[in-house]
């Protein structure tokens, strides 16, 4: 991985020997050739030192502009493609937004007329001069709220820190991921693959899985990148993923737990295999690559490529010289010692932490609390089953009871309610009662033909 060395995006890809390029399903464009061109149609100078929102809707057209636009605008403000509309006068004025980068698919919307407008292309011209360098913020929108998002304030140095570690990551020709590169994870990815040297093959919302596989394939794709959530889907489709040999494979965003690992093990027996927890306001934490879930009890209390990590309130802490600058409204991000506090409760069994499950995700039974993540990660050890989904529901007495959704391995080849229906639910329900305390065995199991995942690659739980 290169190192920045103080240097801009466009200074390091003018030292990438071989043409690398960035491969999206409208076609391919050289980012290597940013060394001395433009996208911008000769019009970045305008943009210089400003606040600028980048709103443009094609991939491709987005990750030519990052290039250009780090070390010459002042701030970055990401607009992510599922970003609500209604939401953007408030970014807007919350970030001191003053410009805006579109492309031609940019939808219209009054809170951008009054914004200097220009616009990118996913196209390279030749460009002479280079713009006046300053330092760049980075503002990345999070994700999982209801309401306005919180806005976090990023720099290229804390978004590239964890990049700096030795990882089976290194090395890549051509990486892959199924995450928008607009989120923190899928920034991650696009960060190495332009530090690193890689060309990068980009996700398409509209694509489906096969021909998604089957750009992969013709990429000859070398490391692949993905939610958990967004490895099953894709597991869904056996003879599409026989389509690549990846060697390393790579989760993030959600708990990876045993069952997605040992099926990613089974799918692709080459490949480096491992999972990373981060944040988009701590940044990455670490990463694990020995095929199991949850990761050593001696990561915590100890530092780490400079990562400290602690438990405090049953929550995972951490300090890191990756965590976020801030907000943009200025909320604490950091405790006085500089943690971040996660909201990701651990459970240590013997020698290793597992993620247990979010702080706000908690299903009340009778007063017992239950983890819905921990109870998918028993039913989806089930041999029949691809995913689960755990929710509570509404009871009048105890609170709430825990039932699941569940999608099988290959289609559901029964009628509702048939004898071989109800054999298949009772024996996720005892493979369940083998391993949970009473209280969170599902009452009750729904077969369902998929799950709602959201753009960030996560299932969606509300």
């Given at each position: 991985?290169?190192?920045?060395?103080?240097?801009?995006?466009?200074?390091?890809?003018?030292?990438?020997?071989?043409?690398?390029?960035?491969?999206?399903?409208?076609?391919?464009?050289?980012?290597?050739?940013?060394?001395?061109?433009?996208?911008?149609?000769?019009?970045?100078?305008?943009?210089?030192?400003?606040?600028?929102?980048?709103?443009?809707?094609?991939?491709?057209?987005?990750?030519?502009?990052?290039?250009?636009?780090?070390?010459?605008?002042?701030?970055?403000?990401?607009?992510?493609?599922?970003?609500?509309p209604a939401h953007l006068p408030a970014i807007i004025s919350a970030a001191g937004v003053e410009a805006v980068?579109?492309?031609?698919?940019?939808?219209?919307?009054?809170?951008?007329?009054?914004?200097?407008?220009?616009?990118?292309?996913?196209?390279?011209?030749?460009?002479?001069?280079?713009?006046?360098?300053?330092?760049?913020?980075?503002?990345?929108?999070?994700?999982?709220?209801?309401?306005?998002p919180k806005m976090v304030i990023h720099d290229l140095e804390t978004l590239t820190t964890a990049l700096q570690a030795p990882s089976p990551a290194d090395g890549a020709d051509v990486w892959g991921?199924?995450?928008?590169?607009?989120?923190?994870?899928?920034?991650?990815?696009?960060?190495?693959?332009?530090?690193?040297?890689?060309?990068?093959?980009?996700?398409?919302?509209?694509?489906?899985?096969?021909?998604?596989?089957?750009?992969?394939?013709?990429?000859?794709?070398?490391?692949?990148?993905?939610?958990?959530?967004?490895?099953?889907?894709?597991?869904?489709?056996?003879?599409?993923?026989?389509?690549?040999?990846?060697?390393?494979?790579?989760?993030?965003?959600?708990?990876?737990?045993?069952?997605?690992?040992?099926?990613?093990?089974?799918?692709?027996?080459?490949?480096?295999?491992?999972?990373?927890?981060?944040?988009?306001?701590?940044?990455?934490?670490?990463?694990?690559?020995?095929?199991?879930?949850?990761?050593?009890?001696?990561?915590?209390?100890?530092?780490?490529?400079?990562?400290?990590?602690?438990?405090?309130?049953?929550?995972?802490?951490?300090?890191?010289?990756?965590?976020?600058?801030?907000?943009?409204?200025?909320?604490?991000?950091?405790?006085?010692?500089?943690?971040?506090?996660?909201?990701?409760?651990?459970?240590?069994?013997?020698?290793?932490?597992?993620?247990?499950?979010?702080?706000?995700?908690?299903?009340?039974?009778?007063?017992?609390?239950?983890?819905?993540?921990?109870?998918?990660?028993?039913?989806?050890?089930?041999?029949?089953?691809?995913?689960?989904?755990?929710?509570?529901?509404?009871?009048?007495?105890?609170?709430?009871?825990?039932?699941?959704?569940?999608?099988?391995?290959?289609?559901?080849?029964?009628?509702?309610?048939?004898?071989?229906?109800?054999?298949?639910?009772?024996?996720?329900?005892?493979?369940?009662?083998?391993?949970?305390?009473?209280?969170?065995?599902?009452?009750?199991?729904?077969?369902?033909?998929?799950?709602?995942?959201?753009?960030?690659?996560?299932?969606?739980?509300?």
């Amino acid at each position: 991985m290169a190192s920045l060395d103080a240097r801009s995006l466009r200074e390091v890809i003018a030292a990438i020997e071989a043409p690398r390029s960035f491969l999206s399903p409208q076609g391919a464009v050289r980012f290597t050739d940013l060394a001395g061109g433009t996208s911008f149609g000769g019009r970045l100078g305008e943009l210089a030192g400003k606040a600028v929102l980048l709103a443009a809707e094609s991939q491709i057209a987005s990750a030519l502009a990052l290039i250009e636009l780090e070390a010459v605008v002042r701030r970055i403000v990401i607009l992510p493609p599922d970003a609500n509309p209604a939401h953007l006068p408030a970014i807007i004025s919350a970030a001191g937004v003053e410009a805006v980068v579109v492309d031609d698919a940019t939808p219209a919307h009054a809170a951008l007329a009054a914004l200097a407008r220009v616009r990118c292309q996913p196209a390279i011209e030749p460009m002479a001069a280079l713009m006046p360098r300053t330092r760049t913020e980075w503002v990345l929108l999070t994700s999982g709220t209801t309401g306005v998002p919180k806005m976090v304030i990023h720099d290229l140095e804390t978004l590239t820190t964890a990049l700096q570690a030795p990882s089976p990551a290194d090395g890549a020709d051509v990486w892959g991921t199924f995450y928008d590169i607009r989120r923190y994870g899928g920034l991650q990815i696009y960060l190495r693959a332009v530090l690193g040297g890689a060309s990068l093959v980009l996700s398409s919302p509209g694509e489906s899985v096969a021909d998604h596989f089957a750009r992969l394939a013709a990429a000859g794709v070398t490391h692949l990148s993905g939610t958990p959530s967004q490895w099953r889907r894709a597991l869904m489709m056996a003879p599409e993923t026989g389509m690549i040999a990846p060697r390393y494979v790579r989760l993030s965003g959600e708990i990876a737990d045993q069952a997605v690992l040992d099926a990613l093990r089974a799918a692709f027996p080459h490949a480096a295999i491992g999972h990373a927890y981060a944040s988009t306001e701590a940044g990455v934490a670490f990463d694990v690559n020995d095929g199991i879930a949850g990761f050593p009890s001696d990561y915590i209390g100890t530092v780490r490529n400079g990562v400290g990590l602690k438990i405090l309130d049953g929550t995972l802490r951490i300090r890191s010289p990756g965590v976020a600058k801030g907000y943009v409204d200025g909320e604490p991000l950091v405790d006085a010692a500089g943690f971040v506090d996660t909201g990701d409760i651990l459970e240590r069994k013997g020698e290793r932490f597992y993620f247990a499950g979010r702080r706000g995700g908690i299903i009340n039974v009778g007063g017992l609390k239950v983890h819905p993540e921990e109870v998918e990660a028993v039913i989806n050890r089930h041999p029949r089953v691809r995913m689960s989904l755990v929710r509570g529901r509404q009871n009048p007495v105890t609170g709430s009871i825990v039932v699941a959704d569940v999608v099988l391995k290959g289609e559901d080849p029964f009628a509702d309610k048939s004898p071989q229906q109800i054999a298949l639910k009772d024996d996720i329900l005892k493979f369940c009662r083998d391993t949970l305390p009473r209280h969170k065995v599902p009452a009750a199991i729904s077969f369902v033909p998929a799950l709602n995942v959201a753009a960030t690659g996560k299932l969606v739980r509300r």
